[in-house]
């Protein structure tokens, strides 16, 4: 049975609209108007036009966040993706972590991003839950009267090489160079951040669970739920992505059927700095990346030849 870890009241959230004007060689956005909550927010959310990809000056209705984030554990690089029931949009897609930007943070989004990372991605050891650290800095503990954090093993947090195009915030330049879009169908700014989370080695036996808030009557619910970890692990090589889906359940990869399935709209093709899709067919993003997606039981037939030639290494052949 799902586990309620916490809730919290929406009207606590604000958030600002924002002004956003776009060159060929950047982009700056700066807050308007009245701070709104959650439901406000969901009510600007409306399509919008711009006839020009590349220069542009409207108004949006929120900041949101992601976090392309790869993971490096027993020495091979991952994306994490999440599972979410997008209930404003009335669909079901992988997507990267991500969240609506808060008023007071408008100018630190990475900060957003660092929290969505600490809320939505848990890792599990039999020995606890890890906790994290971004350089020098330690990661909120947002679930801590629920769970049993380990402070002695924390994961570490660090940022990846950024966009080649300028985000400003007002005057403001984001250093870390988030890549940005403008999503039509929901008229809002996207900001996407690359971090590294190094898993530590001594954290072997380790399981993965995506928990998300979901709007319940009057309040915002977080559960776990260990039926469904909703947190997915596409393997890299060389940096780019393969064509396969895995969970991690106590140490093991478990492949992940990807029939049917939709990947949300940041991996759509962007044209200039506009994103004009909801989602994208799971097939279809295969096709745009040049990947093959590979044949039934491929992807587990190779971590299985691996665990073979290590077992060779360790046992000795018997001899007539």
């Avoid at 919008?48 to 949006?60: C, G, I, M, N």
């Avoid at 050891?125 to 679930?143: I, Q, V």
């Avoid at 200039?272 to 745009?288: A, F, M, S, T």
Wanted: charged share 25%; proline share 8%.
């Amino acid at each position: 049975m799902p586990r309620t870890l916490i809730r919290k009241n929406p009207s606590n959230f604000k958030t600002l609209p924002l002004f956003v004007e776009a060159t060929p060689e950047g982009l700056a956005y700066q807050s308007v108007g009245m701070p709104l909550n959650f439901a406000q927010t969901l009510q600007r959310r409306k399509p919008v036009t711009v006839p020009d990809a590349e220069r542009f000056a409207l108004e949006l209705a929120n900041l949101g966040v992601s976090v392309r984030l790869t993971l490096h554990w027993q020495n091979r690089d991952y994306w994490v993706l999440v599972r979410q029931r997008r209930q404003d949009r009335g669909d079901v897609v992988l997507k990267l972590i991500s969240g609506y930007v808060p008023a007071h943070e408008l100018n630190i989004p990475l900060h957003t991003a660092i929290q969505e990372i600490a809320e939505e991605c848990l890792l599990e050891t039999p020995e606890g839950w890890l906790g994290g650290r971004f350089n020098d800095t330690w990661l909120p503990a947002p679930y801590a009267a629920a769970l049993h954090y380990r402070e002695a093993l924390p994961f570490r947090l660090t940022p990846l090489s950024g966009s080649a195009r300028p985000v400003r915030c007002a005057n403001l330049q984001l250093l870390e160079r988030p890549r940005a879009y403008v999503h039509l169908p929901t008229a809002s700014l996207q900001l996407i951040y690359d971090l590294r989370l190094e898993v530590p080695k001594e954290a072997k036996t380790l399981s993965l669970f995506h928990v998300d808030e979901r709007l319940e009557g009057d309040q915002l619910v977080a559960r776990l739920d260990r039926k469904r970890p909703d947190l997915y692990l596409m393997p890299l090589q060389d940096g780019e992505p393969l064509a396969e889906l895995y969970t991690l359940k106590k140490g093991q990869l478990s492949p992940a059927g990807t029939r049917g399935l939709y990947l949300a709209e940041s991996f759509a093709r962007q044209d200039g700095w506009l994103v004009r899709d909801e989602r994208i067919r799971w097939k279809d993003w295969l096709r745009q990346q040049g990947l093959t997606a590979p044949d039934k039981d491929t992807g587990l037939a190779r971590l299985r030849g691996k665990a073979k030639q290590l077992l060779k290494k360790i046992v000795p052949r018997k001899t007539a």
